[in-house]
């Protein structure tokens, strides 16, 4: 497969996230080999300092709320800082850890590296979430290539 040309779609979602490519003669979801393919859009970090995303950020939000972040999407295009632990980050900074997730999941399943993408926000987005959200995907070393209102995403799979 020539991994020049895959581009990835991105469903950076408020509770959950996704990511799924055309290969194989199809367009499927992509996950790890294990597991659901669907990633919980939460970010922690470990009391020790260490971040994790989806599941395991997901699990020790209960236990550890000042080191974990979730929702993160109502945020973007704020200036609004986000708490894990002692530092803070930006919305487009911890949405950018969910994107290299998925990226990495996408990456695995393709056989090669991902750097392309199309991202789908809701239809409601403003222009400042909608940069907001292809600023997150270039911080994730993604070269976004559409952002995409999600109704529109979904008639075009329809």
Known sequence: ???????????????NSEVAAFYED???VIGPEQGPRMLPSCVGISPCGAFFVGEKARNQLLLYPELTAE???????TDEKLSLGKEQYS??????????????????????????????????????????????????????VRILNEPTAASLAY
């Open 1 to 15: 497969m020539d991994t020049k040309e895959i581009i990835v779609g991105i469903d950076l979602g408020t509770t």
């Open 26 to 28: 199809n367009c499927k």
């Open 71 to 77: 929702s993160v999407k109502r945020k973007m295009g």
């Open 91 to 144: 919305p487009e900074e911890i949405s950018a850890l969910i994107l290299r997730e998925l990226v990495q999941w996408a990456s695995v399943k393709l056989g090669g590296p991902v750097k392309k993408a199309v991202i789908t926000v809701p239809a409601y987005f403003s222009d400042i979430q909608r940069e907001a959200t292809r600023h997150a995907g270039e911080l994730a070393d993604l070269e976004v």
